[in-house]
């Protein structure tokens, strides 16, 4: 849990000064669509950021190795989602485009198991 808890942390970091560098260095460099997708990325990071931090906690509270699962599949999905609409946006190459979706899914896979492992939980 440390390493995801070290991860989390890191990738909240990241998604402040990634936003911080949205606002104010690449403002009056991309256009309108390519600034909100860059924006939703780092909005999608920071968000998965905390939910991985509820992980850990969650974890702690109720130990499960599902809680694995769900902290790797948010990771991923930060990776592959944000990570593909940075690359889209700072380049333009439209290939980055169709892995948005992969990440897309994973964070939904990863909210599933985070369901299952919270039911099991209570058990």
């Known amino acids: 849990m440390k390493l995801i808890?070290?991860?989390a942390g890191t990738l909240a970091l990241l998604?402040?000064?990634l936003?911080?560098?949205a606002a104010h260095g690449l403002k009056n460099k991309l256009s309108e669509p390519l600034l909100h997708a860059f924006s939703t990325g780092v909005e999608y990071q920071f968000l998965h950021s905390l939910a991985l931090i509820l992980v850990v906690i969650l974890a702690k509270l109720f130990?499960?190795?599902l809680w694995y699962w769900c902290a790797g599949l948010f990771i991923a999905g930060v990776l592959c989602f944000s990570g593909s609409l940075y690359a889209l946006?700072?380049?333009g190459i439209k290939w980055f485009g169709?892995?948005?979706p992969l990440g897309?899914?994973?964070f939904i896979a990863g909210w599933a198991v985070f369901v299952i492992a919270a039911l099991?939980?209570?058990q």
């Open 98 to 100: 169709p892995i948005t």
């Open 63 to 65: 130990p499960n190795s």
């Open 104 to 106: 897309g899914m994973m």
């Open 15 to 17: 998604s402040v000064v």
């Open 120 to 122: 099991k939980g209570y």
């Open 19 to 21: 936003g911080a560098f």
């Open 5 to 7: 808890l070290l991860s």
């Open 89 to 91: 946006a700072l380049t």
